[in-house]
């Protein structure tokens, strides 16, 4: 079966009468990507929290080497100091009454980072090498 890459380049081949190449916008799906990821992530942990609050079910015994290869993966994608901010993102941001936490730095800088849109940003922003 042919993707839709292969049809728009075989329709600009017959329009055109030569081949083209098709590249998907990097930027835009990085982002949209890692904001996917990130988001079902979080989901994934805030379910976690509420089974366990609800029916006192911890399942961070039985989902240990899921996170171990997902924690990996984010390395190896975003870099250990990212991944850092990742975690503190999933697991830290919130305080005990719900509120958003800033991140704060190591110089004492504070970022409120809500969503997985701002953390993409400030990732970008703070490593634009990685």
Request: proline content about 3%.
């Given at each position: 079966?042919?993707?839709?890459?292969?049809g728009?380049?075989?329709?600009?081949?017959?329009?055109?009468?030569?081949?083209?190449?098709?590249?998907?916008?990097?930027?835009?799906?990085?982002?949209?990507?890692?904001?996917l990821?990130?988001?079902?992530?979080?989901?994934?942990?805030?379910?976690?929290?509420?089974?366990?609050?609800?029916?006192?079910?911890?399942l961070?015994?039985?989902?240990?080497?899921?996170?171990?290869?997902?924690?990996?993966?984010?390395?190896?994608?975003?870099?250990?100091?990212?991944?850092?901010?990742?975690?503190?993102?999933?697991?830290d941001?919130?305080?005990?009454?719900?509120?958003?936490?800033?991140?704060?730095?190591?110089?004492?800088?504070?970022?409120?980072?809500?969503?997985?849109?701002?953390?993409?940003?400030?990732?970008?922003?703070?490593?634009?090498?990685?």
């Amino acid at each position: 079966m042919k993707d839709t890459h292969d049809g728009l380049r075989d329709l600009f081949k017959h329009i055109l009468g030569s081949d083209v190449s098709i590249k998907d916008n990097i930027k835009s799906s990085e982002k949209a990507f890692f904001c996917l990821i990130i988001s079902k992530l979080d989901e994934a942990h805030k379910n976690d929290e509420r089974l366990f609050e609800l029916a006192g079910i911890d399942l961070t015994k039985p989902q240990n080497n899921l996170w171990v290869v997902i924690e990996a993966l984010l390395k190896l994608t975003y870099g250990v100091y990212a991944f850092d901010l990742i975690m503190w993102y999933i697991l830290d941001r919130f305080n005990p009454d719900g509120k958003v936490v800033p991140f704060e730095d190591e110089k004492g800088n504070k970022t409120s980072v809500v969503t997985a849109t701002d953390l993409y940003n400030f990732i970008k922003h703070r490593f634009p090498a990685e």
